[in-house]
């Protein structure tokens, strides 16, 4: 990464995570987002807590132009938050690309006066390569919410079958007689 806009980026690392935190917030009725913002208690909110830090330790990579397996705590994290709730896949991603206008719209002057477009078109790249990432981690986390839904719904037809003594057990011996037929 250019080490302009890394200064800049680094600079501003503060302002910026607190911007995307209040957009990934604002995805969230009026009702849930107020608490989620104003309650920092890692007990009581730990969504919020989850979000905040999330942000923060990815900021932290994507600025420092590491490599996204050092991130992935942080974004499975919220990925996992974000997958459970009832949002559409392109909802609950698409905090990640709301970083790049929040990036062009605090750091605009200081691009545009530093003459790095390239240096942001790079830093872009490496923000779309994360939601790639991160659109695995939302897949694999849905497939596991279904599967566990699954398993859920057989284990409940199961018991109501059992109790409504519609299910019987054939012992082996009867089951095996009845093959040799």
């Keep these: 990464m250019d080490v302009k806009l890394k200064e800049i980026l680094e600079k501003e690392k503060s302002t910026i995570s607190k911007r995307w935190l209040d957009i990934i917030m604002a995805s969230y009725p009026l009702d849930n987002s107020g608490f989620l913002i104003n309650q920092s208690d890692r007990f009581a909110n730990p969504v919020g807590y989850t979000f905040s830090k999330g942000i923060d330790g990815i900021l932290e990579v994507v600025v420092k132009g590491e490599d996204f397996t050092e991130s992935l705590p942080f974004l499975e994290d919220i990925i996992k938050v974000r997958a459970i709730q009832d949002f559409t896949p392109a909802k609950a991603m698409g905090f990640i690309f709301q970083l790049k206008t929040i990036v062009r719209e605090q750091l605009g002057k200081e691009i545009r006066q530093n003459q790095i ?45 059992k109790k409504a003594n519609l299910m019987s057990e054939i012992p082996v011996q009867e089951f095996e007689h009845k093959d040799q037929k």
């Design 117 to 161: 477009y390239d240096a942001l078109l790079e830093f872009e790249s490496k923000i779309d390569d994360l939601a790639l990432t991160a659109f695995d981690i939302y897949v694999k986390c849905r497939e596991q919410l279904y599967e566990l839904r699954t398993d859920e719904l057989k284990r409940m037809t199961f018991t109501l079958l």
